[in-house]
C-alpha cells in the first residue's frame, strides 16, 4: 500500500484509455456513446507503427462528439477534449500537462499504455481514470494497479458476456485489481455515474482528500473486516486505510459511511474486496538498484567471514507477487558463481496475500522492468509471451502465505528483507515487528528494509550497516518477543 495524495488544482477527471489490435472500434464505440459536456479529459494511448504516420486522430475527430487532437509536449490536458499519443513517441503527464518524448524505446522494451497510466497515477492520484480496450498483450496491467493504487478507478473491456476481452483486457482483469469489466459502450455512462458521485461527496474531504465522516466511522470497518477475514488492520496508519475505504466507497458510490458499513456487513464479497483493496502495492524487480548494490555487498561480506556459513537462510517478507525473492534468489546466485561457492541456499518468501503468494509460486511475468537483458537471458526463459524464472531461480525459492503481524517467524536467519510494508503500521506494530526480526535473525544477521523505513527506535537491536541502501546489522541487545498471537485491537462490530 502507498499514501495517496489528493491536489486541489485538479479540475476533473482524467481518463487514459489503451488500446492497440481492434483499439480503432473500440474508440469509436466509446465516443459515440459520450455525451459532449463530461468534463473530463481523455487520453488515448494505442499501439501504433513507428513508421507510419498515424490516421488515428483525424478517424476519430470525424466522429467524436468532443475535439480530437495529437499530444503536443507541454500541452495541457483540456476537459471535453480527447488527446491522442502520437506515432514512434513515449507519451506521460506531469502536472495536468503532456509529456511528449521520441523517438520511443525499442519494440522490445515499448510498453506506452504501462508507462502512460504509471504517470497518470502518480500525478492525478484518485482523479486518474485507466481504461484498458482490445489489443494482444499485456501492456496496461502493470500501470492499471498504479492507478488503482493511488485511488483511482479501472476498468477494462468486456466480451459480449461481461466477460474480460482476451488479450490485455483479459490481463488486467486476471490482476483482480479492475473495479468495473464492462461492454465499452457502457463505459460512458459509469464513468458520469463515477464524476457525479465525486461531486457529490467533495464536501465531505478535508484538505488532503480524505472523508471526515469515512475516519469516523474506522473503528467500526475495521472491526466487520476483522471478523469476516480474520485480518486486523487496527494497528495501519488510520489516513491509509481511511482513504482506501474511501475508495471502494467511490468505487460503489456509496454517498455515506452508515450506508457502507451495512453493505460490507451484508454482502459476502465486500470483506474480501476490502481487504484486497488494502493489500495493493506495487513492485518490481531490483527495486532500487542502489540498495540492491549495497545488498550484493553484504550477502558477499556474510561469505567472506571466517566461519562461513554452511547454508545460507533468507526470509523476504510481504513478498507480494514474488519479484523481490527472485531478485534476492539472483543476486545470491551470482554471488556465488563469482565465488565458485557451492551453497545450500532457502529463501522463505511469504505474504498475507494469498493470491499474491499464487502469483509468485507460478512465477509468469509479462513484464519484466528492472532486469537487464543478460540478466533476463541467463536467469529466465520465455513462454506463450510471459517470463518464467528458470529452475536454479525457483528451486531456492519456497512461497507460502503468512502474516508477519501474528504468525511465528521462521528462525535461524541471516538475512531478512521486509521492503516498504512497516511505512503502512503505526509505531506500535512497527516494534513488534522489529522485536519479531531481531528474535529470527542469527547473531550478526542483516535485515534490508525499504528507503523511507529504519530502526532508530531500536538502536540497540540493531546497527547500521549499510546507511544508504537501508542495511541494519542484528546486535545483542535484549528484546522480549511478542506474544502470539496478536490480541484483537479493535472494539467488537455490531452485527
Given at each position: 500500500m502507498r499514501e495517496e495524495h489528493n491536489d486541489s488544482k485538479h479540475r476533473g477527471l482524467i481518463v487514459g484509455i489503451g488500446a492497440s489490435a481492434g483499439g480503432l472500434e473500440a474508440f469509436k464505440a466509446f465516443f459515440e456513446n459520450?455525451?459532449?459536456?463530461?468534463?473530463?479529459?481523455?487520453?488515448?494511448?494505442?499501439?501504433?507503427?513507428?513508421?507510419?504516420?498515424?490516421?488515428?486522430?483525424?478517424?476519430?475527430?470525424?466522429?467524436?462528439?468532443?475535439?480530437?487532437?495529437?499530444?503536443?509536449?507541454?500541452?495541457?490536458?483540456?476537459p471535453n477534449c480527447v488527446h491522442v499519443i502520437p506515432p514512434d513517441a513515449t507519451l506521460t503527464i506531469k502536472d495536468g500537462h503532456l509529456v511528449v518524448v521520441q523517438p520511443a524505446p525499442p519494440r522490445e522494451d515499448r510498453r506506452p499504455i504501462d508507462t502512460f497510466f504509471v504517470s497518470l497515477a502518480k500525478d492525478q492520484s484518485d482523479n486518474a481514470v485507466s481504461i484498458v480496450l482490445s489489443g494482444v498483450g499485456s501492456d496496461g496491467s502493470?500501470?492499471?494497479?498504479?492507478?488503482?493504487?493511488?485511488?483511482?478507478?479501472?476498468?477494462?473491456?468486456?466480451?459480449?458476456?461481461?466477460?474480460?476481452?482476451?488479450?490485455?483486457?483479459?490481463?488486467?482483469?486476471?490482476?483482480?485489481?479492475?473495479?468495473?469489466?464492462?461492454?465499452?459502450?457502457?463505459?460512458?455512462?459509469?464513468?458520469?455515474?463515477?464524476?457525479?458521485?465525486?461531486?457529490?461527496?467533495?464536501?465531505?474531504?478535508d484538505g488532503d482528500g480524505?472523508?471526515?465522516?469515512?475516519?469516523?466511522?474506522?473503528?467500526?470497518?475495521?472491526?466487520?473486516?476483522?471478523?469476516?477475514?480474520?485480518?486486523?488492520?487496527?494497528?495501519?496508519?488510520?489516513?491509509?486505510?481511511?482513504?482506501?475505504?474511501?475508495?471502494?466507497?467511490?468505487?460503489?458510490?456509496?454517498?455515506?459511511?452508515?450506508?457502507?458499513?451495512?453493505?460490507?456487513?451484508?454482502?459476502?464479497?465486500?470483506?474480501?474486496?476490502?481487504?484486497?483493496?488494502?493489500?495493493?502495492?506495487?513492485?518490481?524487480?531490483?527495486?532500487?538498484?542502489?540498495?540492491?548494490?549495497g545488498l550484493s555487498a553484504a550477502i558477499d561480506g556474510i561469505l567472506e567471514r571466517s566461519d562461513r556459513p554452511q547454508s545460507l537462510r533468507v526470509w523476504v517478507a510481504a513478498c507480494s507477487t514474488g519479484e523481490e525473492a527472485y531478485s534476492l534468489a539472483i543476486t545470491i546466485r551470482e554471488i556465488l558463481d563469482t565465488r565458485n561457492a557451492n551453497l545450500e541456499v532457502q529463501i522463505f518468501a511469504t505474504d498475507i496475500d494469498d493470491r499474491a503468494i499464487e502469483f509468485a509460486r507460478a512465477g509468469r511475468y509479462q513484464r519484466v522492468t528492472g532486469i537487464s537483458p543478460d540478466r533476463l537471458k541467463r536467469w529466465f526463459y520465455e513462454e506463450d509471451g510471459?517470463?518464467?524464472?528458470?529452475?536454479?531461480?525457483?528451486?531456492?525459492?519456497?512461497?507460502?502465505?503468512?502474516n508477519v503481524t501474528k504468525d511465528p517467524p521462521f528462525s535461524r536467519l541471516d538475512l531478512i528483507s521486509c521492503r516498504n510494508l512497516m511505512i503502512y503500521m503505526d509505531n506500535d506494530l512497527q516494534d513488534r515487528i522489529l522485536r519479531t526480526f531481531h528474535y529470527a535473525l542469527n547473531s550478526d544477521g542483516l535485515l534490508f528494509l525499504g528507503l523511507s523505513e529504519g530502526v532508530s527506535r531500536h538502536s540497540n537491536l540493531f546497527a547500521v550497516w549499510d546507511k544508504a541502501a537501508h542495511i541494519f546489522q542484528r546486535s545483542d541487545g535484549d528484546a522480549a518477543f511478542p506474544a502470539l498471537p496478536m490480541p484483537p485491537q479493535t472494539p467488537a462490530a455490531n452485527r
Amino acid at each position: 500500500m502507498r499514501e495517496e495524495h489528493n491536489d486541489s488544482k485538479h479540475r476533473g477527471l482524467i481518463v487514459g484509455i489503451g488500446a492497440s489490435a481492434g483499439g480503432l472500434e473500440a474508440f469509436k464505440a466509446f465516443f459515440e456513446n459520450l455525451p459532449p459536456d463530461s468534463g473530463m479529459g481523455f487520453v488515448l494511448v494505442q499501439h501504433l507503427s513507428p513508421d507510419h504516420k498515424s490516421m488515428l486522430t483525424e478517424i476519430l475527430a470525424r466522429e467524436s462528439p468532443i475535439p480530437v487532437v495529437e499530444a503536443l509536449d507541454g500541452m495541457r490536458v483540456e476537459p471535453n477534449c480527447v488527446h491522442v499519443i502520437p506515432p514512434d513517441a513515449t507519451l506521460t503527464i506531469k502536472d495536468g500537462h503532456l509529456v511528449v518524448v521520441q523517438p520511443a524505446p525499442p519494440r522490445e522494451d515499448r510498453r506506452p499504455i504501462d508507462t502512460f497510466f504509471v504517470s497518470l497515477a502518480k500525478d492525478q492520484s484518485d482523479n486518474a481514470v485507466s481504461i484498458v480496450l482490445s489489443g494482444v498483450g499485456s501492456d496496461g496491467s502493470v500501470g492499471l494497479v498504479a492507478v488503482k493504487e493511488n485511488g483511482g478507478l479501472t476498468i477494462a473491456q468486456a466480451e459480449f458476456d461481461h466477460h474480460a476481452m482476451a488479450g490485455m483486457p483479459q490481463s488486467a482483469a486476471a490482476t483482480g485489481l479492475v473495479d468495473y469489466v464492462l461492454q465499452v459502450e457502457d463505459m460512458p455512462a459509469k464513468l458520469i455515474e463515477y464524476r457525479d458521485h465525486l461531486a457529490l461527496v467533495a464536501d465531505r474531504k478535508d484538505g488532503d482528500g480524505t472523508r471526515k465522516d469515512a475516519a469516523e466511522h474506522l473503528g467500526t470497518v475495521i472491526a466487520i473486516l476483522r471478523s469476516k477475514t480474520g485480518h486486523d488492520f487496527s494497528k495501519y496508519k488510520s489516513k491509509t486505510v481511511t482513504r482506501r475505504i474511501q475508495r471502494r466507497m467511490q468505487v460503489l458510490q456509496a454517498d455515506t459511511v452508515p450506508s457502507y458499513v451495512k453493505h460490507l456487513r451484508d454482502d459476502p464479497a465486500e470483506p474480501e474486496m476490502l481487504f484486497r483493496d488494502l493489500l495493493i502495492g506495487v513492485t518490481e524487480f531490483f527495486r532500487d538498484t542502489d540498495a540492491f548494490q549495497g545488498l550484493s555487498a553484504a550477502i558477499d561480506g556474510i561469505l567472506e567471514r571466517s566461519d562461513r556459513p554452511q547454508s545460507l537462510r533468507v526470509w523476504v517478507a510481504a513478498c507480494s507477487t514474488g519479484e523481490e525473492a527472485y531478485s534476492l534468489a539472483i543476486t545470491i546466485r551470482e554471488i556465488l558463481d563469482t565465488r565458485n561457492a557451492n551453497l545450500e541456499v532457502q529463501i522463505f518468501a511469504t505474504d498475507i496475500d494469498d493470491r499474491a503468494i499464487e502469483f509468485a509460486r507460478a512465477g509468469r511475468y509479462q513484464r519484466v522492468t528492472g532486469i537487464s537483458p543478460d540478466r533476463l537471458k541467463r536467469w529466465f526463459y520465455e513462454e506463450d509471451g510471459a517470463f518464467c524464472p528458470n529452475r536454479q531461480i525457483r528451486g531456492m525459492c519456497v512461497f507460502s502465505v503468512h502474516n508477519v503481524t501474528k504468525d511465528p517467524p521462521f528462525s535461524r536467519l541471516d538475512l531478512i528483507s521486509c521492503r516498504n510494508l512497516m511505512i503502512y503500521m503505526d509505531n506500535d506494530l512497527q516494534d513488534r515487528i522489529l522485536r519479531t526480526f531481531h528474535y529470527a535473525l542469527n547473531s550478526d544477521g542483516l535485515l534490508f528494509l525499504g528507503l523511507s523505513e529504519g530502526v532508530s527506535r531500536h538502536s540497540n537491536l540493531f546497527a547500521v550497516w549499510d546507511k544508504a541502501a537501508h542495511i541494519f546489522q542484528r546486535s545483542d541487545g535484549d528484546a522480549a518477543f511478542p506474544a502470539l498471537p496478536m490480541p484483537p485491537q479493535t472494539p467488537a462490530a455490531n452485527r
